[in-house]
T-cell receptor, first 117, second 111 residues
Framework: DAGVIQSPRHEVTEMGQEVTLRCKPISGHNSLFWYRQTMMRGLELLIYFNNNVPIDDSGMPEDRFSAKMPNASFSTLKIQPSEPRDSAVYFC???????????????FGQGTRLTVV | GQQVMQIPQYQHVQEGEDFTTYCNSSTTLSNIQWYKQRPGGHPVFLIQLVKSGEVKKQKRLTFQFGEAKKNSSLHITATQTTDVGTYFCLSPSLGRGQLTFGSGTQLTVLP
């Protein structure tokens, strides 16, 4: 398995434009996480899916952010419209959650470095 | 989501010195995971502890889970410059499976 695959690796966009980040989790994993990392705020959990269903989206900053998981092998994080303060590294991670206190580790993608100018 | 509290937030050591970071929870944890993130990299899983009093070693790294399953520690013996990075602990059992990272401990190793 190639691991968690994120695209693009780098994205530079102008303020107001729509940005779509993509993630392909590891095959067989049932949990998917989107994170945002900045120097100021650290590694923030934005949204967590289990079996393609959003379980916790309390970390999504505002309505400009939306995430979907149409199937077990693909997820997107969309920002519309983008703002300079959205500049960060966005990570996607996947794991196998058993719900019985013994979870497998989360595997992270390489991240997407987003710059909004 | 709930987090496990981790200290210290920053640690500078001379190469060859030992290093320890501690995680504490007010509630009993089913399990605890440790991750390392190198500068410019992504978090990488190190280990998971599940049993009360468990001790696991990975070369110079020693991980412990407290008897009451409310605290954990990571100890690095004789640090090397390759140990530089941020070490995170977290517990999936605190929520509904979400992995909520705290601030971690940022380790700097001075040559």
């Amino acid at each position: 398995d190639a691991g968690v695959i994120q695209s693009p690796r780098h994205e530079v966009t102008e303020m107001g434009q729509e940005v779509t980040l993509r993630c392909k989790p590891i095959s067989g994993h049932n949990s998917l996480f989107w994170y945002r990392q900045t120097m100021m705020r650290g590694l923030e959990l934005l949204i967590y899916f289990n079996n393609n269903v959003p379980i916790d989206d309390s970390g999504m900053p505002e309505d400009r952010f939306s995430a979907k998981m149409p199937n077990a092998s693909f997820s997107t994080l969309k920002i519309q419209p983008s703002e300079p303060r959205d500049s960060a590294v966005y990570f996607c991670a996947s794991s196998l959650h058993s719900g019985r206190g013994s979870d497998t580790e989360a595997f992270f993608g390489q991240g997407t470095r987003l710059t909004v100018v | 989501g709930q987090q496990v509290m981790q200290i210290p937030q920053y640690q500078h050591v001379q190469e060859g010195e030992d290093f320890t970071t501690y995680c504490n929870s007010s509630t009993t944890l089913s399990n605890i995971q440790w991750y390392k993130q190198r500068p410019g990299g992504h978090p990488v899983f190190l280990i998971q502890l599940v049993k009360s009093g468990e001790v696991k070693k990975q070369k110079r790294l020693t991980f412990q889970f407290g008897e009451a399953k409310k605290n954990s520690s990571l100890h690095i013996t004789a640090t090397q410059t390759t140990d530089v990075g941020t070490y995170f602990c977290l517990s999936p059992s605190l929520g509904r499976g979400q992995l909520t990272f705290g601030s971690g401990t940022q380790l700097t190793v001075l040559p």
